[in-house]
C-alpha cells in the first residue's frame, strides 16, 4: 500500500549495459532525491521534511540527510541526539553506516552535512571512498530527502541544483513570497538537473494557497519563462510548534491534525514524482554533487 491508491514501483532502476561483460542490462537501484529548500529562513522546511519522511517511510525505504550547514537540527524532530555526523565521515573518522541512524518513524537519518564544504580538500582516494559510501545510501533507498538552509549560498545550490526534484517552500508572507521568487530566478537561470515544484506552508486555507502560488509563479511566467506547479500546501496549524516544543515531529505526535492532513497530499505528490521519475543512465546525485563542487 502506498499512500497514493496505485502501485507505485519499489524505486527507480537504471539499466547500465555493461556490453564488454555481459549484453544484459544491469539493473543499478537509485533513490530519487528530493531537496526542501525556501528562500527565506523559518517558513518550515525542517518541519515539513521530518513531516513528509515521516509520510513516505511508511511505504518506502527513505533516507533523510539534514543538509543545513549553518543551523543543522532536524535531529531534534527526529528524536536523534547525534555524536557524528557527516563531517566526521569527510574527515574520515567514521563511516557513513557509523552515522545513519534509524528513527522511530521508520525512515534513516544523517545528521549534519557541513562536511561537504571541506569536500574540496579531500585527495582522488578519499573523494572515491566517500563516494562509494554516499552511492550505497542511495541505492538501497527509494527516496534521499535532503532538509537544506534558506537563501541562494553555495552551500544550498549544491543540492538544489543537483537532485531530481526541488521543493520549494513559502509561506503566504509577502517576504517569503520575494524570496522564493529570487531562489526560483537563481535556479531557473542556473544549469538545474530537477525540476521544481512548490509548497506553500502556513495556509489558512487552500484558496490563500492557489493564491501565493497564482502571485508567484505570474511573475516567474512573465520574467523567467517558467512554471513552477503547486504540489500542495501545509495549513497553519498550532499543533506544529507543540509537538516542536516535545521535541517531534508533528506527523508523528499528531496524525489527526489539520498540518498532517494537508501534509499527506504533499507526501502524494512526491509519490506520484517517484513514479514519473524516467530511469536514467546519468551520473547519480552525489556524483553530479561532487563534480559540482569541484
Ligand atoms: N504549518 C505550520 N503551522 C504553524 N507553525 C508552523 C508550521 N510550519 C512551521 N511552523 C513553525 O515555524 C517555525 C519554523 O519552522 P522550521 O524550523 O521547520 O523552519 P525552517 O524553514 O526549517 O527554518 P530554517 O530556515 O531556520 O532552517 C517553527 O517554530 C514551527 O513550529
Ligand atoms: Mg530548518
Not at 535532503?146 to 553555495?154: H, Q, V, Y
Amino acid at each position: 500500500m502506498t499512500l497514493l491508491d496505485t502501485s507505485v514501483p519499489v524505486a527507480n532502476s537504471v539499466a547500465v549495459s555493461t556490453p564488454a561483460i555481459s549484453s544484459h542490462p544491469t539493473p543499478i537501484k537509485r533513490a530519487f532525491t528530493v531537496a526542501v529548500t525556501s528562500g527565506k529562513g523559518g517558513v518550515g522546511k525542517t518541519n515539513l521534511a521530518v513531516g513528509l519522511a515521516t509520510l513516505l517511510a511508511q511505504s518506502h525505504n527513505v533516507v533523510l540527510v539534514d543538509a543545513d550547514m549553518g543551523l543543522a537540527n532536524a535531529n531534534v524532530l527526529c528524536g536523534v541526539v547525534p555524536r557524528q555526523n557527516l563531517a566526521h565521515v569527510v574527515e574520515g573518522q567514521c563511516s557513513l553506516a557509523d552515522i545513519l541512524t534509524h528513527t522511530a518513524a521508520r525512515f534513516r537519518f544523517v545528521p549534519g552535512a557541513s562536511g561537504i564544504a571541506s569536500m574540496a580538500a579531500l585527495t582522488q582516494r578519499q573523494r572515491e571512498d566517500l563516494l562509494a559510501q554516499l552511492e550505497t545510501l542511495q541505492s538501497t533507498s527509494d527516496i534521499v530527502l535532503f532538509d537544506t538552509g534558506a537563501g541562494i549560498g553555495r552551500e544550498v545550490l549544491a543540492f538544489t541544483q543537483n537532485v531530481d526534484h526541488v521543493l520549494l517552500v513559502t509561506t503566504p508572507e509577502p517576504t517569503a513570497m520575494l524570496d522564493a521568487y529570487a531562489v526560483l530566478k537563481v535556479l531557473t537561470r542556473a544549469k538545474i538537473s530537477g525540476q521544481i515544484s512548490m509548497v506553500v506552508n502556513q495556509a489558512k486555507s487552500l484558496h490563500e494557497a492557489e493564491m501565493v502560488h497564482f502571485n508567484i509563479i505570474s511573475v516567474a511566467q512573465q520574467f523567467l519563462q517558467t512554471q513552477v506547479p503547486l504540489l500542495g500546501h501545509v495549513l497553519l496549524d498550532p499543533n506544529v510548534p507543540l509537538a516542536v516544543r516535545q521535541r517531534t515531529g508533528f506527523v508523528r505526535a499528531y496524525p489527526r491534525s489539520p498540518a498532517t492532513a494537508s501534509l499527506r497530499t504533499v507526501a502524494q505528490g512526491v509519490e506520484r514524482l517517484l513514479a514519473a521519475a524516467r530511469p536514467e543512465a546519468s551520473p547519480s546525485f552525489f556524483h553530479r554533487l561532487f563534480s559540482w563542487w569541484g
